[in-house]
């Protein structure tokens, strides 16, 4: 049975740590806190295992920056051997409110550079991904400030209870399939 890759997206380092556009890696810490597991140093990225109802389960956190994580996602795709439809991407999404989340088996990278990397470097748009609403609360010619900002205090209940959401459609996921994940969680 082929393991499951789960690709939280974000930069690394202290400055970018509970910012907007880290949401994946925050997903990325809580699954495997969840699971009582732990990151290590690895190529390209920080990885993790943990074992779900018997099927294997990495999760990365690229330490390429998000704008280049598609050398790391690549990388650990060949090198763990799986398929692109065992494999679910965490990002950002402005689109979205605050907190809600998206599930798509595929899709175009909607103007993100770490979703845009990835589709270079798979050549592909066949993949899985779960977008994190962090909403569009900023004025024109702000967007970077405002994705690259930290969360405020009235934001971070929602962000917590996303995150635990965002968690259950990962297990449903990979327990149940994309198709339930979508029609469970995309409401």
């Not at 934001?155 to 990962?170: D, F, R």
């Amino acid at each position: 049975m082929k393991p499951y890759l789960i690709v939280g997206l974000g930069n690394p380092g202290e400055e970018y740590k509970n910012t907007r556009h880290n949401i994946g890696f925050d997903i990325a810490d809580a699954l495997v806190k969840k699971f009582d597991a732990c990151f290590e140093k690895g190529r390209l990225a920080d990885i993790a295992l943990f074992s779900l109802k018997g099927k294997k389960i990495y999760v990365i956190k690229p330490n390429t920056y998000m704008n280049c994580s598609g050398r790391a996602v690549r990388y650990w795709w060949k090198e763990l051997n799986t398929d692109l439809k065992n494999m679910m991407v965490l990002v950002d999404e402005l689109a979205l409110p605050l907190g809600k989340i998206r599930i798509n088996p595929k899709g175009s990278d909607g103007g993100h550079n770490g979703l845009k990397d990835i589709q270079s470097e798979l050549q592909t748009t066949e993949y899985p991904r779960l977008r994190f609403g962090i909403d569009k609360n900023f004025s024109k010619g702000n967007q970077s400030d405002y994705v690259l900002g930290k969360w405020n205090e009235n934001e971070k209940e929602a962000v917590n209870l996303g995150i635990e959401k965002s968690i259950s459609a990962i297990q449903t996921f990979i327990l149940e399939g994309i198709e339930k994940c979508m029609n469970t969680f995309n409401k």
